[in-house]
């Protein structure tokens, strides 16, 4: 199995900045994607940003110029920088990594159990 934790959530006025952190951990093969998501009380969950395998990125609209995402492949790690941070933002947010445990197997979608963000003054 995969383990994937976040870590980083927490309460900051509006226009501050918080960093995310994501491991993702046990029997992976390969990882093609690790992405953030998002979930506001009352909403959907959506996307926030994705960091592919080939280093290419991929942002929600709402998040552009503000938020960015990194990662290092060696570790299995991804961190999302968010900046300018608006009460809009706040939302529990979750690190999803799609896996290949093994050589042959088809890339199979973990889930982390999220860290929430407060943005409020």
């Known amino acids: 199995q995969v383990q994937v934790v976040e870590s980083g959530g927490g309460l900051v006025q509006p226009g501050g900045s918080l960093r995310l952190s994501c491991a993702a951990s046990?029997?992976?093969?390969?990882?093609?994607?690790m992405g953030w998501y998002r979930q506001a009380p009352g909403k959907q969950r959506e996307l926030v940003a994705i960091?592919?395998?080939?280093?290419?990125?991929t942002y929600a609209d709402s998040v552009k110029g503000r938020f960015t995402v990194s990662g290092d492949s060696a570790k299995n790690t991804a961190e999302l920088q968010m900046n300018s941070l608006e009460p809009e933002d706040t939302a529990v947010y979750y690190c999803n990594t799609i896996v290949t445990m093994s050589r042959g197997h088809l890339p199979i979608p973990f889930w982390g159990k999220g860290t929430l963000v407060t943005v409020s003054s």
């Open positions: 960091l592919f395998s080939s280093g290419s990125t």
């Open positions: 046990g029997s992976i093969f390969s990882i093609s994607t």
